[in-house]
């Protein structure tokens, strides 16, 4: 599975959009990725995945640039309760096993 | 649903001592896996399985062992626990193999302490 690279931290001011990147420049061709993130000290929870396109959910926007070797996670109007570690994550999904391998993260603080 | 239950959320064991950590799941997953969690660091996978009787490893199994007998059921074993096993265990579980739905549901996690 390829690997990833995050900024270890970014702030953000409440309200405002929070924009966090992501390299991935030896992804393959069936390889996806999958944004999730840590609050405090609970369990991962699920953001947004994708391929090659462009994905928006409730929650967030991916953006993913055309060679697919970065993409950024857009959290549209971010506010307290999204200050947490962002996960950046590529990897295959199917075949016979679909594991994800978890880096170090970026910590996003919002400020008030 | 409950979704992912660990059990116990806290535990004390001295070095050398055994003991499983249960992981329960009621969504009818495939998939199920363990994570440990060390302070300050991302999240390793340890073991993972693919359906029942079904188990393979991960980035660090060492000291570790799994069985999957049901679909519902995954426990991480700790044969001789040792001060470097010290961490949070996350288990997660996610729909079919293959099935691109991207999320893995976790649990609320059980925090080890090995003296």
């Known amino acids: 599975d390829a690997k990833t690279t995050q900024p270890p931290s970014m702030d953000c001011a409440e309200g405002r959009a929070a924009n966090l990147p992501c390299n991935h420049s030896t992804i393959s061709g069936n390889e996806y990725v999958y944004w999730y993130r840590q609050i405090h000290s609970q369990g991962p929870q699920y953001i947004i995945h994708?391929?090659?396109n462009n994905e928006t959910n409730e929650m967030a926007s991916l953006i993913i640039t055309e060679d697919r070797k970065s993409s950024t996670l857009i959290l549209p109007h971010a506010t307290l309760r999204d200050t947490a570690v962002y996960y950046c994550i590529v990897s295959s999904y199917g075949g016979a096993t679909n594991k994800l391998i978890f880096g170090t993260g970026t910590l996003l603080a919002v400020q008030p | 649903n409950a979704g992912v239950t660990q059990t116990p959320k806290f535990q004390v064991l001295k070095t050398g001592q055994s003991m499983t950590l249960q992981c329960a799941q009621d969504?009818?997953?495939?998939?199920m896996s363990w994570y440990r969690q060390d302070p300050g660091m991302g999240l390793r996978l340890i073991h993972y399985?693919?359906?029942?009787?079904?188990?393979d490893q991960g980035e660090v199994p060492n000291g570790y062992n799994v069985s999957r007998s049901t679909t519902e059921d995954f426990p991480l074993r700790l044969l001789s626990a040792a001060p470097s096993q010290t961490s949070v265990y996350f288990c997660?579980?996610?729909?079919?193999?293959?099935?691109?739905?991207?999320?893995?549901?976790f649990g609320e996690g059980s925090r080890l302490t090995v003296l």
């Open positions: 997660a579980s996610s729909r079919q193999v293959g099935s691109n739905t991207g999320e893995l549901f």
């Open positions: 994708g391929l090659k």
């Open positions: 399985s693919v359906g029942a009787g079904i188990t």
């Open positions: 969504m009818n997953h495939e998939y």
